[in-house]
C-alpha cells in the first residue's frame, strides 16, 4: 500500500474521505489527479481510456480503504464518529424516501438529469447531517 | 463531571500531549477531559489515573 495514515486525516465537516495533513499527503492527492489527467490525454480509444481510469480508480480506492482502516482513533473520537455516522445515515434514508415519494408524485418517466436532484439531495443531506452532529458533538461534549 | 487532570498534570511538569501519549489517545481527549466534557470509559480513567500516579476517586470528580 501506498498511503499512510500519518499523511491524513479523517474528513469530519466536508462528507467522507481524508484530508491530506502532510506535504505527502498533498503529493498523493496531486498524484491520483495527475495519473486520470495522463490517461485522459492518451491518444487511445474512448472504451480503453474508461477502463484504466476504473482499473486505477479502484486501485486508489483500496489505497484509501487501507489508509481508513489504519487511522486508529481514540475511544472519543470512536464514539463521536459512530453517532455522527448514524445520524448522517438517517437523514439519508429519509431523503431517499422523500426522493422516492416525489418520483412517484411527479406521475411520469424521468430522465437521467431529471433524476440527478434526487440522487443528489440524499447525499447532501447526509454530509450537512454528519457535519452538523460533529460540530455539536465537539461543542457540547459526550 | 470535573476533573483534576489538569492539577495533577502539572505536578508531574506534563504536557497535554505528553500525557495523551502515555495514555494512548488524541491531545484533544485529554483537553475535553480536562473541561470536563467528556466522561472516559472506566478503562481510560484508569489509565489517565495511572498515568498520573493516583487514584480515580482523586482525578474525577462527580
Do not use: C
Request: hydrophobic residues 55%; aromatic residues 8%.
Amino acid at each position: 500500500m501506498v498511503g499512510k495514515a500519518k499523511w491524513f486525516t479523517r474528513r469530519r465537516y466536508t462528507g467522507w474521505g481524508l484530508m491530506p495533513k502532510t506535504w505527502q499527503g498533498l503529493v498523493y492527492i496531486m498524484a491520483i489527479a495527475g495519473v486520470i489527467a495522463f490517461i485522459q490525454a492518451l491518444k487511445i480509444a474512448e472504451n480503453l481510456k474508461l477502463i484504466f481510469t476504473a482499473v486505477w480508480v479502484i486501485l486508489i480506492l483500496v489505497d484509501v480503504l487501507h489508509v481508513m482502516a489504519s487511522m486508529k482513533l481514540d475511544e472519543r473520537e470512536q464514539k463521536i464518529e459512530a453517532i455522527a455516522e448514524r445520524n448522517a445515515a438517517w437523514a439519508m434514508i429519509a431523503s431517499i424516501a422523500i426522493s422516492i415519494l416525489y418520483v412517484t408524485t411527479v406521475g411520469k418517466e424521468l430522465t437521467g438529469t431529471e433524476l440527478m436532484p434526487a440522487l443528489i439531495f440524499p447525499l447532501v443531506a447526509g454530509v450537512i447531517v454528519k457535519a452538523a452532529s460533529n460540530v455539536i458533538l465537539d461543542r457540547k461534549g459526550i | 463531571m470535573k476533573t483534576r487532570i489538569k492539577e495533577f498534570r502539572a505536578k508531574l511538569n506534563l504536557t497535554q500531549e505528553e500525557l495523551a501519549d502515555k495514555v494512548g489517545v488524541r491531545r484533544e481527549t485529554i483537553v475535553f477531559l480536562e473541561k470536563g466534557k467528556y466522561n472516559p470509559s472506566l478503562k481510560l480513567a484508569y489509565d489517565v489515573a495511572h498515568a498520573l500516579k493516583t487514584q480515580i476517586e482523586e482525578l474525577f470528580i462527580i
